[in-house]
């Protein structure tokens, strides 16, 4: 591979950093050429960019893009390497998960989601339950909710028990 190109990838990958900083790191050695394409598919169908780049260009970038996080995923850039771009914070996780149970790989090697890096395998859990900003969103929002509807129900309760006790004062007369 030619300087130049080798250059071009690099600028591409640190200008995809800089659009979507959350990234996974996997190991998708040992796919097949029909499981590869499965893989892409589904990284296809859920919004996630699935980037196959040997690890000195990844390295290169990381230290181009310059931030001090980036030094922990140099011991684990060894192999078959594939980095995973995306919005959706927990989407890569969840599709790692899957389609590892079903075929063996991709194994997860490293993370950065939300500023904090998460290195190993054993992490995949951890990165499961991180929740997107739209759940968690939702959660803000039914916690604000929570005591408003509460003083409703509240509201109706006494109002209906209210109106039960003047209709059996009104029978009783």
């Known amino acids: 591979m030619k300087k130049e190109q080798k250059e071009q990838i690099i600028e591409g990958l640190a200008a995809q950093l800089k ?6 790191v996997v190991n998708v050695e040992g796919l097949n050429a029909e499981k590869t394409t499965q893989l892409r598919r589904e990284c296809f169908a859920q919004n996630i960019k699935l980037v196959v780049v040997k690890n000195t260009l990844l390295k290169r970038t990381l230290e ?38 079903k075929n063996g790989k991709p194994v997860l090697k490293g993370a950065l989601v939300q500023e904090c890096v998460y290195i190993g395998e054993d992490q995949l859990e951890n990165l499961v339950n991180i929740k997107s900003r ?8 039914g916690l604000i909710l929570s005591p408003a509807q509460r003083l409703v129900s509240a ?6 028990h209210m109106a039960g006790i003047v209709k059996t004062l009104a029978e009783r007369e």
Do not use: C, H
């Open 19 to 24: 659009s979507t900083p959350d990234f996974y």
């Open 64 to 101: 181009k893009v310059g931030i001090e996080e980036m030094k922990l995923f140099f011991p684990i850039l060894e192999g078959s390497t594939a980095v995973m771009f995306t919005e959706n914070i927990n989407a890569p996780a969840r599709l790692i998960k899957s389609f590892g149970q």
């Open 134 to 141: 739209e759940e968690l969103i939702g959660d803000i929002a």
């Open 155 to 160: 509201i109706q309760t006494a109002g209906s």
